[in-house]
Structure formats: structure tokens, C-alpha cells
């Protein structure tokens, strides 16, 4: 949540702040704001409520003065509604002292009781203004010292935070300090910055550092220094980016979800890419790495939304290919049941912003347990990875729309991946199997594109003429079933429609009842020609609720016809062995939301309420 930008160096910084917000306006819509050391010393400071436009447009119409030295933020709240007073930056010392923060301090109230008790004021509701006016005094009695004062203040604070600041007294120096909250460096000629995560800076550099837990960072345009909480010197390890600047960027197309779903080919092909050696999987980042899945008896999976999707899918293929037994779990839930885990439990983690606070917490939790990790994520510098023992990255490119898409493709790859690795290191797989395996996968590209070019116009219209469907339903079976999980949770966050998604064996136990005349139903049928047996009782699914008057939408395999009497529109993906079938299914359901919300008039890459990296527990 909150995105964070920091500039030094010669250029005026108020643009590159605002092309850096930009970046990360996923990161949280509610306001934005800015703050700049002006040439002649003075701190110019705007911020107002609403979508990062309102702040540009502001800015268009009254400028700042220049300065090349600056801090930006754009924000989910949490602490006080989206005001223009709650906006950050927050001032202090006398308002020489501008300071952005993301995350949230835990103990802002008693800090808050203290401060107004020895005379402070304060002009918003959040917990950010208590750290700025405590930075603000910690400077004044260290006589003048930003890093001293940030030292002093972190020390009193409890909680996740990333700390930016400027003080109109150091032109040419922004410091910031983090704990549990993301913030990584970008390496310029003459000048430096500072980012949520690199997409905050790619534009100007690929040359990046990142932060450690409990660091402080002080930049100039000529250095940067790091230090952990106690003054110690620490090193910090360099890493290129790969993403460009470009992939980032919209380019023609009307949403980044529309795009991002477009990409889905590529972020299945990008993540296998350099993966396969001699038809076999060969993960460089697990080299030497065997010891992981030799000595172990369990693996549990955590994530959250759409990413424990992606986990629910992969736990088949690790359950079939490596014979191990495995538990998918929603990280926010996994740390307060007191599991029974130890060393020979391996967590693997999957975020696509690798920064999801449930999820770093549970990972965190499970090192302190003993167990080994592995994490999966698609975002270079980010945290949970550094927390692990092991990491695969998957290969999706940014993703900057809310609704992730072609992460829960690539995620669903690096799993399966994994799988044909665990299960080739334990013995449990033969090399022919995994060789067929794989060959499998490297066919998905295609299959998606296919559907892409086949389907997508005629959902896109059917979406269309659902605009007023107040609810839908999705089922499925096996793999099938978190595909369904998936197409409903698509279909809520950007289109504001009640959905469900449900395993369609259970639609007798309970769910069946919501059936009504014309409610909508999506089932996701397996190959008739691979799952017979699970094909049939889909199809006798189907025909239960098309008697109770559903209007029921199959997505089924090409040249499947037993579905036909039974269903009042049919998505077709091309055949695959059941394994693979989820990463084909899932794409109509990515198109059907995407169109209903778009024929709503929904903004789908930034919908209500909600951000994409969620970074507060
Ligand atoms: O960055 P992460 O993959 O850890 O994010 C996890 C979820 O917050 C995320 O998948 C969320 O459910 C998506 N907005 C769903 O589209």
C-alpha cells in the first residue's frame, strides 16, 4: 500500500516524482503528494485528495518552485479517510521538515498522547504526522543531523513503515529508513533515488541496491550510505533490473489489464525460458540447492487471493510429480493457528509484488519455526524473497493493473516447474514422464494464444450484454475448482458483481439453493478425452442446475459436444492434459471480467477500495 518516490540529483525533480507516482499508483489511489527543496532553500509542498491527475492538474495550473531535490507519495489509507490534510507529505519543524511514510506504526497513539501532552500540534488524522513530529524534534535536539534524528526516532516507533524525508536546511539529501515495509535505491550518473520498488525509477536507471530490513539510507546526488538502526555500516547488494521502462508502459492499449492479459503467453514463456536443459527442468537459482527437497516430508504453500489460487493449482502437480504432501494455506491464517512445522517442512511463498505483509509474516514465522523456504515472486528487490532460502522468479514483467493476471499464469508455471524438479531430485518422477511433462508446457503459450485469438471478441460482447447481472457462479472440479475461486474473485474486485466460485461437487451440499431462474453459471468442464470420469459428472452437474434454470456458460475443451444440449453458451480452449488445463481455462474467465467491468464504465486497473501491493496486516 502507498507508493514512495525519492529524487536527488541536478534535474528538476518535481517531474520525475510525479512520472515516478505514476509508476506507482497502483501501490494506492486515495491522494498524492509532493514536496521539493527549492533553489533557494525553501520547501515547496502540494498534495490533494484523489487520484494522482488531481495533483498533476493542481500542479499544472500553480507550479512549485524547481529544486532537484524531492520526495512524492501516493496513498492508501489507513490512519484518516482520503483528505487532502491526511495526504502526505506531513511537515514538521516549523515546516522545514517534509516526511512520506507507507506502512503502519502500531503505537502512533500513545506517541501521539505524549507529543500533545509537551505542547504539539498536529493538522491531519494519521499516524504518519506522530513519526514526522517526532523526527522534527529528535532534529532539533541533536542539533541538525538527519540521519542522528532518524536513528532516534525509529527507535520509538513500533510497527512496518518505509520513513522518506527532507529538510529544507539539506538541499541535495533525502534520507529514509525501513522496516518490514519495501524500499529500494536507484543508482544514477550524478544523481540517485529511491522507490517502493523499481518500476518507481526504471525509467532513468536499471542499476539498483537493495535495502535491508531495519536499514537507514541517506542519498546525495554523488553517493548513498547505508546503515542499520544502530549506526553500523552495512552492505547492500547491487542488482541489475531486467524489467524495461516500456513494459511498464501502457502503450496502446485501453487498461494495463488488458494488456497484462494479452501478455499471458509470454509470462508462461518467459518464466519456462532458460529453465530446460535437454528437455529436462534445470532451475539455475536451484542449483545446489537439493538438500531443500530431499530431507523433507511436507510442503504447505502460502499466499494470499489470487496468488493461493495459483498455489491450490500447483499443489496437484506437486502432489502427482513429486509425491509429497501438501497444504495450500492463506498466509494470514497460517501464523495464528500454531502449525506443526519443523525442519523438514519446506514453505513456499507466492507473491507477485513479493512485498504482501500477510505473507512476508508468515514466511518470517515459519524461519523462526525451523522450516526451510522457497519463494516465487516476479518482482526483483523485493522482500520476501530476500527472506528465503531459495527463490524462482517468474518472468511476467510488471504487472501494474490491480487484478493480477498474467502473474497467476507465470505463478502456476514457476509451480509446476518446481514440481518436475522436486520430483526429478526425489526420485519419484522418471525421466520420460517429466520429459513428457514438459513438453506439455511448452506448448501452453500457444494454447493461450489461441484463445486469445479465438475467444476473446465473443466474450468481450457476451460480457456486454451482461452489464446488469447482479451475481454469477463458477464451478469446477480438480484443477478446475481454484480456476473457479479465480474467475469469481476477477469478477468482484473489478466489477463490484456478487460471485462465487465453488467445486462443483458441492453444489448439493448447500449452494445449489442460489440457483434461480437466469442466474448465470460458469463451469469449467475437464477433457472429455483426458478426465472421462470427471467429465461425466461435471456434465451431470451441469445438467442439475440447467434444471433448476440456470443460465449456464461452459468453458470446455474444442469438439467436447456432450456439453452442448446442456449449455446456453460455450468458451472453447484447446486440449491439454488435465494438469495444464487451468492455465487455458482461466483466460476467458480474466476476459469475461474484464469486459463486464469495462461495460459498466469500472476503471479495471484501479478499482475501488483496493491496491496492489497490500502491504498492511
Ligand atoms: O503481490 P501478491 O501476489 O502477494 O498479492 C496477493 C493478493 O493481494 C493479490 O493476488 C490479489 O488477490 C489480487 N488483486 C487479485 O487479483
Not at 522457497?374 to 514483467?397: F, K, V, W
Request: glycine fraction near 10%; hydrophobic fraction near 45%.
Amino acid at each position: 500500500m502507498c507508493g514512495i518516490v525519492g529524487y536527488v540529483g541536478p534535474r528538476d525533480s518535481e517531474g520525475i516524482l510525479i512520472a515516478g507516482l505514476a509508476r506507482l499508483e497502483y501501490r494506492g489511489y486515495d491522494s498524492a503528494g509532493v514536496a521539493v527543496i527549492d533553489g533557494s532553500g525553501g520547501l515547496g509542498l502540494r498534495k490533494r485528495a484523489g487520484k494522482l491527475k488531481v495533483l498533476r492538474d493542481d500542479l499544472a495550473e500553480h507550479p512549485l518552485a524547481g529544486g532537484t531535490t524531492g520526495i512524492g507519495h501516493t496513498r492508501w489509507a489507513t490512519h484518516g479517510g482520503p483528505t487532502d490534510a491526511n495526504a502526505h507529505p506531513h511537515l514538521a519543524d516549523d515546516d522545514k521538515l517534509a516526511v512520506i511514510h507507507n506502512g503502519i506504526i502500531e503505537n502512533f497513539s500513545e506517541l501521539k498522547t505524549d507529543l500533545l501532552a509537551s505542547g504539539a500540534t498536529f493538522r491531519s488524522e494519521t499516524d504518519t504526522e506522530v513519526a514526522a513530529v517526532l523526527l522534527g524534534r529528535e532534529y532539533r535536539a541533536n542539533g541538525g543531523d538527519l540521519v542522528e534524528a532518524f536513528r532516534a526516532t525509529v527507535a520509538r516507533l513500533e510497527g512496518a513503515f518505509t520513513l522518506l524525508a527532507v529538510h529544507e536546511d539539506h538541499p541535495g539529501l533525502v534520507v529514509g529508513a525501513r522496516r518490514n515495509s519495501p524500499l529500494v535505491i536507484g543508482l544514477g550518473e550524478g544523481e540517485n533515488f529511491l522507490g517502493s520498488d523499481v518500476a518507481a525509477f526504471v525509467e532513468h536507471t536499471r542499476k539498483a541496491l537493495a535495502i535491508g530490513q531495519d536499514e537507514i539510507v541517506a542519498i546525495t546526488p554523488g553517493g548513498v550510505e547505508v546503515t542499520d538502526f544502530h549506526g553500523d555500516a552495512v552492505t547492500v547488494e547491487p542488482f541489475e533490473v531486467t524489467w524495461d521502462a516500456a513494459a511498464a508502459e501502457k502503450g496502446g492499449w485501453s487498461s494495463f489489464m488488458a494488456k497484462e492479459v494479452s501478455e499471458e503467453p509470454e509470462a508462461v514463456a518467459n518464466t519456462i525460458r532458460g529453465r530446460i536443459r535437454d528437455g529436462e527442468v534445470a532451475i539455475p537459482e536451484l542449483d545446489g540447492l537439493d538438500e531443500l527437497f530431499t530431507g523433507l516430508s511436507r510442503i504447505i504453500v502460502i499466499a494470499c487471493g489470487t496468488a493461493a489460487y495459483a498455489g491450490m493449482v500447483g499443489m496437484y502437480a506437486l502432489e502427482q510429480w513429486a509425491r509429497v504432501p501438501v497444504d495450500v494455506e492463506l498466509a494470514h491464517e497460517f501464523r495464528y493457528r500454531d502449525p506443526v512445522i519443523g525442519p523438514d517442512t519446506l514453505v513456499v511463498s507466492i507473491s507477485q509484488s513479493g512485498e504482501t505483509m500477510d505473507t512476508l509474516m508468515a514466511v518470517k514465522y515459519a524461519r523462526e519455526r525451523g522450516a526451510r523456504t522457497l519463494s516465487i515472486c516476479n518482482t526483483q528487490g523485493a522482500t520476501i524473497p530476500r527472506e528465503s532460502d531459495a527463490i524462482i522468479y517468474t518472468h511476467a514483467g510488471p504487472e501494474v493493473a490491480v487484478a493480477s493476471t498474467k502473474a497467476f499464469v507465470a505463478q502456476i508455471t514457476a509451480l509446476y516447474l518446481l514440481a518436475l524438479h522436486v520430483g526429478r531430485v526425489r526420485g519419484a518422477l522418471g525421466a520420460t514422464e517429466a520429459a513428457q511433462q514438459v513438453l506439455e508446457l511448452e506448448e501452453v503459450p500457444e494454447k493461450i494464444r489461441w484463445v486469445l485469438e479465438t475467444q476473446q471478441s465473443r466474450i468481450e460482447e457476451f460480457a456486454g450484454w451482461m452489464a446488469d447481472t447482479r451475481s454469477v457462479l463458477f464451478l469446477g472440479r480438480h484443477v478446475g475448482y481454484p480456476i473457479a475461486l479465480e474467475g469469481a474473485l476477477k469478477l468482484k474486485e473489478i466489477s463490484y458483481i456478487h460471485a462465487e466460485g465453488f467445486a462443483a461437487g458441492e453444489l448439493k451440499h448447500g449452494p445449489i439453493a442460489l440457483i434461480e431462474p437466469g442466474q448465470p453459471v460458469f463451469v469449467l468442464v475437464p477433457s472429455p478425452r483426458e478426465s472421462p470420469l470427471l467429465h461425466a459428472k461435471v456434465v451431470s452437474n451441469i445438467q442439475e442446475i440447467q434444471a433448476r434454470g440456470a443460465r449456464v456458460i461452459v468453458v470446455a475443451e474444442e469438439g467436447d459436444a456432450a456439453v452442448l444440449p446442456f449449455a446456453d453458451e460455450v468458451l472453447r480452449i484447446p486440449l491439454a492434459a488435465p494438469l495444464f488445463e487451468p492455465l487455458l481455462a482461466v483466460v476467458p474467465l480474466h476476459i469475461f471480467a474484464m469486459g463486464l467491468a469495462t461495460a459498466k464504465g469500472l476503471d479495471v486497473d484501479q478499482p475501488r477500495n483496493l491496491a496492489k501491493s497490500v502491504t498492511v496486516e
